[in-house]
């Protein structure tokens, strides 16, 4: 009797832990195949929070809906916005409403300027999308201005986040040249109006940045919404004439010029090549300026988790993390300081 029981006790010791080894190397394996993972020499700190993959969406001609993804909707709120497991303590809640107040204010300030637009631009549709594009790429400005100075000081180590953000400002430029040869920025009023905006927009953008990145890339996430629902709506009310009407010639060169590598590096959410614009009138040029923005909304929503960001032209073997990389990891340079010091 004893001769058997202490069999069945050394069974069931070494059953144990080889079934937790084998645990173990299924977890392992499965956090190898989240494309977004900057660090497979660390990885057991990304088992506490969720991996978010970015999937594009075709946006076709015909579609009777505009359906741009929010990461945070006003009444409700998912439980790994954050990246935080969900639990019941007291952290967690304070983390809920953080983000609850973020992106209340976000909101807030984004609907007071558009009815401001809405007031003003009515009916001068052109003049309505130089201001928007004047605007819209302020905070990429914001962003490079602030991860330049992290780098700096030493506190961040990454070009997947400046390559990326570069690539933006150098798509929405485009689209400000486009409204420009179609004559949005005729009037003085229009240009004093947008450019001092803009000045507001950029310092704002560079503090908000500053204390919480998850909230500043929420609200340019807000800001390119409202352009992709501005563009759609007016597609499907001018579509007709917009057809009969040729493409600017600056539209044409920069969505079907030789060397298109920038334009794939703002689209995080699909490979590169895999978007080729035909431009044949205006039609196609403002249906090509909506995608943009599209995927300007989706590159914003995979920023607002940390470490998220991959340049569509890097490879797995680069993405080893820095551990200097403080803004993949934390919050703000309040946690970059804490770091440094530490």
């Known amino acids: 009797m004893m001769t058997a029981a202490s069999i069945s006790s050394a069974v069931s010791v070494v059953s144990v832990p ?5 645990k173990g190397r299924r977890l392992g394996s499965f956090s190898s195949q989240s494309p977004f993972r900057f660090s497979p020499l660390s990885s057991s700190r ?26 945070f909707q006003p009444n409700s709120f998912p439980e790994d916005v954050s990246g935080v497991p969900p639990d019941s303590s007291s952290s967690s809640v304070l983390n809920k409403w953080v983000i ?26 052109y003049a309505r999308f130089f201001v928007l594009e004047t605007i819209a790429r302020v905070p990429y400005f914001a962003f490079m201005s602030v991860l330049h100075l992290y780098e700096t000081f ?7 986040y400046l390559k990326v953000h570069f690539a933006e400002s150098w798509n929405e430029m485009h689209h400000l040249l486009i409204m420009e040869e179609l004559g949005g ?13 803009a000045i507001f927009y950029y310092f704002m953008t560079v503090f908000m940045y500053i204390f919480s990145p998850r909230m500043a890339y929420h609200f340019s996430e807000c800001v390119e919404s409202h352009a992709y629902e501005t563009y759609d709506k007016f597609i499907k009310s001018q579509g007709d004439e917009l057809r009969k009407l040729p493409a600017p010639e600056i539209a044409v060169k920069y969505y079907t010029g030789g060397d298109l590598y920038l334009f794939d590096e703002f689209q995080t959410s699909r490979a590169p090549k895999s978007r080729r614009p035909k431009i044949e009138n205006l039609y196609d040029v403002f249906l090509n300026v ?8 989706k590159t914003m929503k995979a920023c607002q988790t940390y470490g998220n960001l991959r340049s569509p032209h890097s490879y797995p073997e680069d993405a080893i993390d820095d551990e200097s990389g403080c803004l993949n990891q934390t919050e703000g340079i309040v946690d970059c300081i804490k770091k440094s010091v530490s």
């Open 18 to 22: 080889s079934l937790m080894a084998k």
């Open 185 to 197: 920025n005729a009037w003085w009023l229009d240009r004093f109006l947008a450019q001092h905006i």
């Open 46 to 71: 990304f088992f506490s929070r969720k991996s978010y993959s970015v999937k594009a969406t075709i946006l076709q001609e015909n579609e009777d809906k505009v359906s741009v993804e929010e990461s």
């Open 154 to 160: 030493g506190w961040w180590r990454r070009a997947d």
């Open 290 to 297: 909506r995608d943009d923005e599209g995927e300007h909304c």
């Open 100 to 125: 609850k107040s973020e992106q209340s204010f976000n909101i807030f300030m984004t609907d007071s300027v558009i009815k401001i637009l809405d007031t003003l631009y009515h009916d001068r549709h």
